[in-house]
């Protein structure tokens, strides 16, 4: 093999070596945040594209950490084109109180099952904190 042919090889094997890297980095913040996979294959390619644009602007090597810190940048600069944020004040009914009662307010018990079926995962994890609490202040 010649020297020409040898730093050929060389150069197509270190093409590959950082494909696979940006694509392990890649899939490791997707990884970090699946709000990156909730958009369309569109929005995904223009995200990657803005992350890339910022780490060549940054001269970043593709580390997770630089990674994320471009993701931050273009978050903050709202260049990310995500999914909008569940649970917004305007989306979510108010919190349950610790004790769950029926639909009529009355105080009667409800079933616990069927309510907490219907409540926001946030919801949920306040209903039991409170339960909880408040079991520990009977005992």
Same mark, same amino acid.
């Given at each position: ?5 040898? %730093? *050929?090889?060389?150069?197509? +094997? &270190? ?9 392990? /980095? ?47 940048? %273009? *978050?903050?600069?709202?260049? +990310? &084109? ?9 989306? /979510? ?47």
């Amino acid at each position: 093999m010649s020297v020409k042919d040898a %730093a *050929t090889e060389w150069q197509s +094997m &270190r093409e590959a070596s950082d494909f696979i890297n940006v694509n392990k /980095v890649g899939h490791a913040l997707i990884a970090k945040h699946p709000e990156l996979r909730q958009v369309t294959p569109e929005d995904s390619n223009e995200n990657a594209k803005m992350l890339d644009k910022i780490m060549a602007e940054n001269k970043w090597e593709y580390t997770l950490g630089n990674l994320e810190a471009a993701y931050a940048v %273009a *978050t903050t600069q709202g260049k +990310m &084109r995500l999914p909008a944020k569940p649970n917004t004040e305007a989306d /979510v009914p108010p919190h349950p109180p610790a004790t769950l009662t029926g639909h009529s307010g009355g105080g009667e018990p409800a079933d616990e099952k069927e309510l907490l079926r219907t409540m926001s995962t946030d919801q949920v994890r306040e209903y039991y904190i409170n339960k909880h609490k408040n079991a520990q202040r009977s005992t």
